[in-house]
C-alpha cells in the first residue's frame, strides 16, 4: 500500500534526539512560546504556564545534569510526575542526560497502582523524577536502595550544567513506552532515539504540521504513546508550539478543549473515538457560539474503533462554529510503531464504507448485502511506512479486499519488548516471503480500493476510553470472588453511542453458601474490584446459572458467542443480578 504523499513546507530538521531538536529551535525561536500548560485545578477559566523555547531548553539541561550526576547513560528512569509542564522537563531532561526515559504517572493517578508497580518492577529505574509535591508518594512506590528521586521543580536553572550535550546514535534506546492494557506485567516498547524521530517527522508531514503556522492542543495523557508524540515528539520534530491540558479537566468540561483549539491557531489535536461524542453532548449551545474552529487543521481521531455515528454527531454540534469536515482525520497505530501507522489523506472527509457483515466476518469485504451490514470508517494510506495484510498462519500476504492481520515495517517500528526476547521474535522482525523485520501487529484488517479498514482485534482487546484491556485478564479478577463458578467469566466490549464499554457475563458458583447468596451485592463488589484493579466501568455485568454461558466444542469460554448472544438480549431473561 502507498504511503499517503502529504508534505510540509518547511519539514523538520534532522537531528538524532527530542532533546537535540529542541536545542536547535531554542537557538533559532528561543523567544517563542514553546509549551503552554492550562492548569483547571485552582482556576475555572484555567491559569496558563508558559516556556519559551529557550526556558525549556534550560530547564531541560539543568535537570540533565543533575541526573546525569546520580545515573549513567542508559540507565531507566521513570517519569512519575503530574500532567504539566513539568512532565515534559522531565521527560526530554532523562533523554538529554543519555538515559532511557520511562514514560509513566504520578502514584495518584487513581485505578494504576497496580499498573504502576507491575512497570517499576520490570524496568528497574535508577532514577524517579518528579515533583517537590509528589516526592512522598513516590518514595512509597520506589526501591529507595535502587532508585533515586530528583523533584525536578526544584532544580536550580541556573546550576552547572554540561556545555555540550553529546548527541546519542541514533539506534541508542530514547524510551520504554508501556502498553496500557494488560494488568499482567505490560510489556515496555523498546522506542530508539531514530524511531522516534520518524515517526515525529511522519507525523507532522501527515497531519499538516508547519513552523510558524501550527500549534498542537493536547488532553491526552503525556505517558500514553499518541498524549507523548502529539504534546512532546512532533512539537520537538516541527518547532512548533504545544498547549497542554489536564485528562480530567477535560473529562470534567470538554468544553475547555474545544477552548483550546478556538484560541489557538492552526490547531493540530487528537483522541480517541469516544472523546468526540462525549464532547458533542456535554458542550451547550451558548458555549458553542464563542468557539471559533475554522482554523483547526487535523482532529485525529485514533486510540480505538472510530464509529462514522459519532464523526456526524461531532460535525453536527461544532460545524456551526467552523469546523470543516474535512480536517477529520482517522488515523490507526500502536506502541510498537511508536504510535502512528496510517491516516486518511488531507483535506477530504474520512471515507466510509458499508460491507455486507456476513461476509466481512467470513474474511472477505464486500460492499453493501441483503444481510445485516457494518459501516467501517477508513484509516487511509500508510504514513511514510510499508503496510501489508497477512495470513498469521501461513505469514503471507493476502489480496486487496480480504480480511487479515496487519503487518507494517519502517524505521518508526519499535526494536522489542523490554527483557522479553521471546515476546519480541513472536512480534518483531518477522518474516513475510523474502523479506524481514515486519511488525505483527495483532489487528485484523482490510485494504479496500486502497485505502485500510481496521476490522478487529485478534486477541479480543477490549478497548474502552482509548485503552486496551485484555479480557482473560478482567475474568481472572471476577473469578476470584466465590460467589463466581471459576473458569466460566466471558469478557468483551459492545459498541455505545460514545465508543465501547465493557461486559462481563459469568455464572454463579454451583455451592454458593447462603451468606454468599446476594448476587446483587456481588455483582457491585465484582465491579467495584474491576474499576480498582483495571481502571475499568463496566457497563454491565451479567450472573447466569451454572452452564448456561456459551462455550466451543473443547469446552472454552467462546466470547464471540457469548457477546453475539447478549446483543441479541439473549440473557435479559436469564440473568440472576
Known amino acids: 500500500m502507498n504511503a499517503n504523499p502529504a508534505t510540509v513546507s518547511n519539514p523538520a530538521v534532522t537531528t538524532e534526539s527530542l532533546a537535540t531538536l529542541l536545542h536547535h529551535w531554542a537557538g533559532r525561536q528561543g523567544d517563542e512560546i514553546a509549551l503552554t500548560y492550562l492548569d483547571y485545578r485552582t482556576s475555572e477559566d484555567g491559569r496558563a504556564t508558559f516556556l519559551t523555547w529557550r526556558e525549556l531548553d534550560d530547564r531541560v539541561s539543568a535537570v540533565a545534569s543533575r541526573a546525569r550526576e546520580l545515573a549513567e547513560p542508559g540507565d531507566r528512569a521513570a517519569v512519575l510526575v ?12 532523562a533523554i538529554r542526560a543519555g538515559l532511557v ?9 487513581p485505578g494504576h ?4 508497580s507491575a512497570v517499576l518492577a520490570d524496568c528497574d529505574p535508577r532514577l524517579a523524577l518528579t515533583t517537590a509535591a509528589q516526592l512522598d ?30 548527541a546519542p546514535h541514533p539506534d541508542d534506546l530514547a524510551y520504554l513506552q508501556y502498553t496500557s492494557g ?11 532515539h531514530r524511531n522516534v524521530v520518524a515517526n515525529a517527522k511522519q507525523a507532522c508531514r501527515a497531519y499538516g504540521a508547519v513552523n510558524g503556522l501550527t500549534t498542537t492542543v493536547s488532553w491526552l495523557p503525556l505517558f500514553h504513546d499518541m498524549g507523548l508524540v502529539l504534546g512532546i515528539a512532533a512539537p520537538m520534530a516541527a518547532g512548533i508550539g504545544a498547549t497542554l491540558l489536564d485528562p480530567i479537566a477535560f473529562l470534567q468540561s470538554p468544553g475547555r478543549w474545544l477552548r483550546a483549539l478556538s484560541a489557538s491557531p492552526g490547531a493540530i489535536s487528537a483522541a480517541p473515538n469516544f472523546a468526540y461524542g462525549y464532547s458533542a453532548s456535554r458542550v451547550p449551545a451558548a458555549e458553542r457560539n464563542y468557539l471559533e474552529l475554522s482554523r483547526v487543521v487535523s482532529l ?12 456526524a454527531q461531532f ?13 477529520h482525520r482517522a488515523s490507526y497505530g500502536l506502541a510498537e510503531a511508536t504510535v502512528l501507522v496510517s491516516v486518511t489523506e488531507a483535506g477530504k472527509p474520512s471515507r466510509q464504507v458499508t460491507f455486507d457483515r456476513d461476509r466481512l466476518a467470513e474474511g472477505t469485504a464486500v460492499p453493501g448485502g441483503t444481510g445485516e451490514s457494518s459501516t467501517l470508517v477508513s484509516c487511509g494510506f500508510a504514513a511514510e511506512q510499508e503496510l501489508r495484510i497477512v495470513d498469521p498462519e501461513t505469514r503471507t500476504e493476502r489480496p486487496d479486499g480480504t480480511v487479515g492481520e496487519i503487518w507494517v515495517r519502517g524505521e518508526n517500528v519499535g526494536r522489542g519488548y523490554w527483557g522479553d526476547p521471546e515476546k519480541s521474535a513472536e512480534t518483531f522482525g518477522l518474516r513475510l516471503a523474502e523479506s524481514g523485520d515486519w511488525l505483527a501487529t495483532g489487528d485484523l484488517g482490510v485494504v479496500f480500493d486502497g485505502e485500510l479498514y481496521v476490522t478487529g482485534r485478534r486477541k479480543d482487546l477490549v478497548i474502552v476510553d482509548g485503552r486496551n484491556h485484555y479480557p482473560q485478564d478482567i475474568e481472572q479478577t471476577v473469578e476470584t470472588h466465590p460467589a463466581v463458578r471459576r473458569h466460566s467469566a466471558a469478557a468483551f466490549a459492545i459498541p455505545l453511542d460514545e465508543g465501547e464499554g465493557a461486559v462481563v457475563v459469568l455464572e454463579r458458583a454451583k455451592d454458593l453458601a447462603p451468606e454468599e447468596a ?13 474499576s480498582s484493579r483495571h481502571g475499568l466501568k463496566l457497563v454491565d455485568l451479567v450472573f447466569l446459572e451454572p452452564g448456561e454461558v456459551p462455550r466451543t466444542s473443547s469446552g472454552k469460554i467462546s466470547r464471540s458467542s457469548c457477546r453475539a448472544r447478549y446483543l441479541d438480549g439473549a440473557f435479559a431473561d436469564r440473568r440472576l443480578s
Open 518 to 530: 446476594n448476587l446483587a451485592t456481588a455483582a457491585e463488589d465484582l465491579r467495584a474490584e474491576v
Open 315 to 327: 460535525q453536527a454540534a461544532f460545524g456551526e462554529c467552523g469546523l470543516d469536515p474535512a480536517v
Open 137 to 166: 508518594a513516590v518514595g512509597e512506590v520506589i526501591d529507595p536502595l535502587r532508585t533515586e528521586r530528583i523533584a525536578v521543580d526544584l532544580v536550580p536553572t541556573l546550576r552547572p550544567a554540561v556545555a555540550d550535550w553529546q
Open 82 to 93: 503530574e500532567q504539566s509542564a513539568d512532565y515534559v522537563v522531565a521527560f526530554l531532561g
Open 101 to 109: 526515559a520511562v514514560p509513566l504517572f504520578a502514584p495518584n493517578l
Open 182 to 192: 494488560s494488568t499482567r506485567t505490560p510489556a515496555g516498547v523498546m522506542l530508539s
Open 300 to 311: 485525529i481521531n485514533g486510540s480505538e474503533p472510530v464509529l462514522p455515528s459519532t464523526i
Open 113 to 116: 497502582a497496580g499498573r504502576l
